[in-house]
């Protein structure tokens, strides 16, 4: 009986139209401000040494399973960050991005984004556990920042929001297993 209530427990937790990764409820669609529906391509675990940092959530209007495609669409895309560690420090954050763009994006790319990195970088605060980010993209205006439901500020380009990406899935993601897992979408 008591596994029975348990089980019932859980299935109430957590919505119908979601997963867990790590505790965190991971909707399958959200919807867009303007209403587009986006679908989840993948989510997975941002792991550093022994340590759980965030579970990442890739959205996009068209499920893609490759870089290239995910690159390629033209319309909206979400990544959220649900923090699991303690505490990420604005520099810490920042540290991270630099070395993301810089592995993964070529010299020349790099010098010509480098005042939009500086934009993006500078809207970033310390995060703790239970704190998201959120990283909408959006073809007319660029990359909208939220950090805990507020937004900080937008970064204009599908440039940026191309180089942005490529930080989990380029030739150098901050981590193979989360890059393979955000490209879990299967036709």
């Not at 010299?107 to 704190?131: C, H, M, P, T, Y």
């Not at 990283?135 to 599908?158: H, M, R, S």
């Amino acid at each position: 009986m008591r596994i029975l209530l348990l089980f019932c427990l859980l299935v109430i937790s957590v919505p119908a139209d979601a997963r867990e990764v790590a505790g965190v409820a991971v909707q399958e669609t959200i919807n867009a401000d303007d209403g587009t529906v986006l679908h989840l391509n993948g989510a997975g675990i941002r792991t550093k040494l022994f340590f759980d940092i965030y579970v990442a959530q890739l959205y996009l209007e068209k499920p893609a399973a490759s870089v290239a495609e995910v690159i390629a669409a033209e319309g909206k895309k979400r990544m959220v960050m649900h923090f699991l560690y303690k505490e990420v420090t604005k520099d810490k954050l920042v540290e991270a991005w630099n070395d993301g763009f810089k592995g993964n994006t070529g010299s020349e790319d790099l010098a010509k984004l480098q005042g939009r990195i500086d934009q993006f970088n500078g809207l970033f605060e310390d995060v703790k556990k239970g704190d998201v980010i959120v990283l909408d993209y959006t073809p007319a205006t660029g990359t909208a920042i939220t950090i805990k439901g507020e937004q900080k500020g937008v970064v204009p380009g599908k440039d940026f929001n191309d180089a942005m990406l490529k930080i989990w899935l380029g030739e150098a993601p901050v981590t193979e297993s989360l890059k393979k897992d955000l490209l879990s979408y299967k036709k």
